[in-house]
């Protein structure tokens, strides 16, 4: 890292410079931080899969408004049903594309100039630091206590580059007060050259919040997509996490969670479906801090030719969480032999009254199955699809949103489902 | 309809079939018996095409149609169904799901657009009545926490509704109770008609009590080795099976 630090740190001086004096000061220190451990490499735990180091030379400038502009403004995007709609494009608000109804509602509230204050004591392999050395704002959606959101938000966040490598990044902040509840969707999107992009979601619930957070990233070729989720919840909150990766490039999510206060609840679901040649890298950490906490963790993986899927779940149990119920249930579908899965469930306990169940399990599709469907007379490539479908459904369902469960189905390119018609007035 | 000659076919490295013989005209019903590992089950696989089973020699005619080159999905929107002794379990994949794309596979192979969805699902639950399958199972995995004997019903529903031509029905009786072997009878002598064809692969002489056949068949070592009308199954239920072993 030495050597190249100095190109990163001459254009970060650049940049910089622009700034008043405190946010300088700020800024610089979070700078020297990335700028000490750089890209995470392999001999980083965290890192094991995911080797970023050739990232420091990609020679990425940092986009800017101009960028962002016009030639894209006028790509509709479609808004969910009953969605009220946020659009960032390279880490700049896009308020023509965005829908009032996201401005306007008196618990939601969109910032473009949320600062970076925060001096990060997580620390993912300097990540952390390279994001709040030069966060740009991003979502800042607070619902106050007892208030129920009055609609799903919906936050399109488009990364787009041409020849020059292009890099952004955002920090965003969802905060529900005690007995709140809302539902947001983090939809990842992009096209173009080489980009690099980085988010960092702070999530805070009080008592007995409930936040369903879904995040859909779709990216293409091109693209080093960086998230990080740092949730804390306090007593009875609940958290419903949802991770989808579809698409190509490359994307690293982690989520840290701390269930706090006891009784908190998480419950993440994740589905990876990488493209050919996408690699697609899920951490989730939950850590039980307190007791009587619940932490479930469900995730699929359908790994075709030269894709590369790893999910690692850990869960943390502190001395004095007793009463922990978590379990982690990973499956993948691995369907080339030029796949790579990995995944993991980790545990580490240090307490002694507790539940924690585990499992991972990689296999191929179901050949009696197969054998079956087609001698009905389902034409082969059909009969995998519908049992593809069927793998999926079950962390699809989970989710609770069928508008959102379709747009994934019909991202993933698998048949539409036929249950829709009703069977409940049977006579 | 089905003209089997000279049939030799393998599972594995195993040669189970030894020169086969078979000829069905449209609207017979015939019953093949035998002992167990005599081959029923081989035939049957081998004609709806499994996977698995290597056939080294002989042929197999399906309305003049040279049936071995086809792919098994092919095949049974050619008319065939197999239902078989042990159906599988497929959670997420609906039964309703299932029959829609069998049905839609075939008119797509006749050049006909789908289905309409209504008209079909009010179909469909009325082929369910007469098997004693609850509508709302319709909207289950396929035989997903289905019992031995609902399973069974659900291989009857589905022929009901995919109306094929020629119906291999491998060991489909058997664990079947008074009650379910009944209703299944009554599915498979709904579909008898002078151009639909009828093969029963039985261990037991029960099913042909309430399916008549017109012949019945003693499948051991490989090969048919008596053929006879319907009182040859009266008498291998009398005799059973040893004297075979023995001539």
């Known amino acids: 890292m030495s050597e190249l630090a100095s190109t990163w740190a001459d254009r970060f001086e650049q940049w910089v410079s622009s700034h008043d004096a405190a946010e300088q000061a700020r800024r610089r220190r979070q700078f020297q931080r990335f700028a000490a451990t750089g890209f995470p490499g392999p001999a980083d735990e965290a890192w094991h899969y995911t080797d970023l180091a050739a990232q420091a030379d990609a020679g990425y400038q940092l986009a800017g408004a101009d960028v962002a502009g016009a030639e894209e403004a006028s790509t509709p995007i479609a808004a969910l049903p009953g969605c009220a709609l946020l659009v960032y494009r390279n880490g700049v608000l896009d308020r023509a594309a965005s829908s009032a109804a996201a401005f306007d509602g008196p618990a939601l509230a969109a910032s473009a100039a949320a600062g970076s204050d925060d001096d990060g004591t997580q620390d993912d392999g300097g990540i952390d630091a390279l994001n709040a050395a030069y966060a740009s704002g991003g979502l800042v959606y607070t619902v106050a206590a007892g208030q129920r959101a009055a609609q799903q938000l919906q936050v399109v966040l488009q990364s787009q580059a041409g020849d020059t490598p292009l890099m952004s990044h955002q920090r965003h902040r969802i905060v529900l007060g005690a007995q709140a509840e809302a539902t947001v969707l983090l939809q990842f999107v992009g096209h173009g050259g080489p980009r690099l992009t980085t988010h960092v979601i702070e999530v805070t619930l009080a008592a007995g919040a409930r936040l369903h957070l879904h995040r859909l990233s779709s990216e293409t070729t091109g693209a080093t997509l960086l998230t990080r989720l740092d949730a804390r919840l306090d007593r009875d909150a609940q958290l419903h996490l949802s991770g989808v990766a579809v698409g190509g490039g490359l994307g690293r999510h982690r989520a840290d969670v701390r269930l706090d206060g006891s009784g908190a609840e998480l419950h993440a679901t994740s589905l990876q479906v990488p493209a050919s040649g996408a690699h697609v890298d899920d951490l989730v950490r939950v850590v039980h801090a307190a007791p009587h906490g619940t932490s479930r963790i469900v995730a699929r993986g359908i790994v075709d030719a030269h894709a590369k899927a790893i999910f690692n779940g850990r869960v943390v149990v502190r001395p004095g969480a007793q009463k922990t119920d978590s379990e982690q249930r990973l499956a993948n579908l691995l369907l080339s032999r030029k796949a790579e899965v990995n995944a993991k469930p980790d545990l580490e306990i240090h307490a002694d009254d507790v539940k924690c169940a585990h499992g991972a399990t990689v296999g191929q599709l179901d050949a009696v199955a197969l054998a079956y469907l087609r001698s009905r007379g389902i034409p082969q490539a059909e009969a995998r699809a519908l049992l593809l479908r069927a793998f999926a459904t079950e962390t699809l369902e989970r989710l609770g949103w069928p508008a959102l469960q379709a747009l994934i189905a019909e991202r993933l390119g698998l048949p539409a489902d036929e249950l829709d018609l009703a069977f409940g007035d049977a006579e | ?247």
């Open chain 2, 1 to 247: 309809m089905l003209d089997i000659t000279n049939l030799h076919a393998r599972v594995e490295e195993k040669e189970i079939l030894k020169g086969l013989n078979l000829s069905i005209r449209p609207g017979e019903v015939h019953a093949i018996m035998g002992p167990n590992g005599a081959g029923k089950s081989t035939l049957s696989n081998v004609i709806a095409g499994r996977e698995g089973y290597q056939v080294t020699d002989g042929s197999i005619l399906f309305n003049g149609r040279d049936l071995l080159a086809l792919d098994p999905e092919v095949r049974a929107c050619e008319g065939i169904f197999l239902g078989f002794q042990y159906p599988v379990e497929i959670p997420g994949v609906s039964n309703m799901t299932l029959l829609k794309a069998a049905v839609n596979a075939r008119r797509k192979l006749k050049g006909e657009s789908e289905i309409a969805p209504n008209d079909f699902l009010a179909w469909v639950r009325e082929q369910a009545k007469k098997v004693k399958i609850d509508p709302k199972m319709l909207s289950r995995g396929v035989n997903e926490g289905f019992s031995g004997g609902e399973k069974k019903r659900n291989e009857i529903l589905q022929m009901l509704v995919l109306q094929p031509t020629l119906m291999i029905l491998d060991e489909t009786d058997s664990g079947l109770d008074i009650d379910a072997l009944k209703i299944v009878s009554d599915g498979i002598n709904a579909l008898r008609s002078p151009e639909r064809s009828t093969v029963l692969v039985t261990h037991y002489q029960r099913l042909l009590d309430y399916v008549q056949p017109d012949f019945v068949h003693v499948l051991a070592r490989g090969r048919i080795v008596r053929s006879g009308g319907p009182e040859l199954a009266k008498e291998l239920e009398e005799k059973g099976y040893g004297w075979l072993e023995a001539a």
